[in-house]
């Protein structure tokens, strides 16, 4: 059993995670007052966040389908996958907390952290459908914007907004929070990152082991993306943190 890193997809996630940390940069230097962005509405950071945030779940989707390559036969839920999952989950609730103390009522109680948790368990309660994988994340990316449409015709459907369904996605309006990524249609996204993740394990697996930009920046890029858990939830607070510095210095001089 092949156990060797696929450096291509650490360096697509290493690559997510530089271009999420200019977008946060931005997103504090806005929330200082330091530069004025309309980020919320905005199509330039709004599209910015569509793409980064796709781009963290195709990646997470093809690093299970290079999990469930690895894994015993029949046994989908390892003990591997939960201690992994425990992590995510635990640097959620961490997100979680955090968030509340910045941002009070705007937490994060549904971030992109808290979906991928949610959607591990899902896409491994999925794991034998196969090649179904591409309409499936057709199927889940289609039905939230159906839902968006039926919210239109019917007000029977707002209890969906509660917060004790709007994780699920079927909604039209997003909730007041910094960091939303329901399930739908996240979902379909992850679901094509394994998709492509098998794909390419059985038939250009080479693919998944060639350097993604040149040895040269494929191998920093590799290594942020294997430690990308830790990244992400250090980075905000380094960079707040220091913002927050420099803002009581000036204030000083």
């Known amino acids: 059993m092949n156990h060797s890193r696929y450096d291509s997809i650490d360096a697509l996630r290493g690559l997510a995670i530089v271009w999420m940390t200019v977008f946060h940069f931005c997103f504090d230097l806005n929330h200082f007052g ?19 945030v796709s781009l963290f779940l195709f990646c997470a989707g093809l690093g299970q389908a290079v999990a469930l390559a690895r894994s015993e ?11 992994r999952w425990a992590q995510v989950a635990g640097a959620a609730v961490l997100v979680s907390a955090g968030s509340w103390w910045i941002f ?10 808290h979906g991928i948790a949610a959607m591990l368990v899902l ?21 939230s914007w159906i839902a968006f449409v ?9 209890f969906l ?6 994780w699920l996605g079927l909604i039209r309006v997003k909730p007041f929070t910094q960091d939303y990524v329901p399930v739908l249609p996240w979902l379909g996204v992850m679901c094509w990152g394994l998709a492509a993740g098998q794909w390419a394990l059985a038939r250009r697996p080479g693919w998944l082991m060639r350097p993604l930009l040149g ?14 858990l830790t990244y992400y939830l250090l980075h905000q607070p ?16």
């Open 73 to 83: 036969p029949g046994q989908v839920f390892s003990p591997a996958f939960w201690r």
């Open 150 to 158: 039926a919210h239109g015709y019917s007000s029977e459907l707002d």
């Open 238 to 253: 380094v960079l707040m943190g220091l913002m927050t510095a420099v803002a009581w210095l000036l204030n000083q001089s």
């Open 161 to 166: 907004h509660t917060k004790a369904f709007n």
């Open 215 to 228: 040895a040269r920046l494929t191998a920093p890029l590799a290594l942020l993306g294997r430690w990308s």
């Open 123 to 143: 896409l491994r309660c999925m794991a034998g459908v196969g090649r179904w994988f591409w309409p499936l994340g057709l199927f889940f990316i289609a039905i």
């Open 104 to 113: 009070g009522k705007g937490y994060i109680y549904f971030g992109v952290l």
């Open 34 to 52: 330091w530069i004025k962005l309309q980020m919320l509405t905005d199509p330039v950071w709004t599209i910015q966040r569509t793409l980064i």
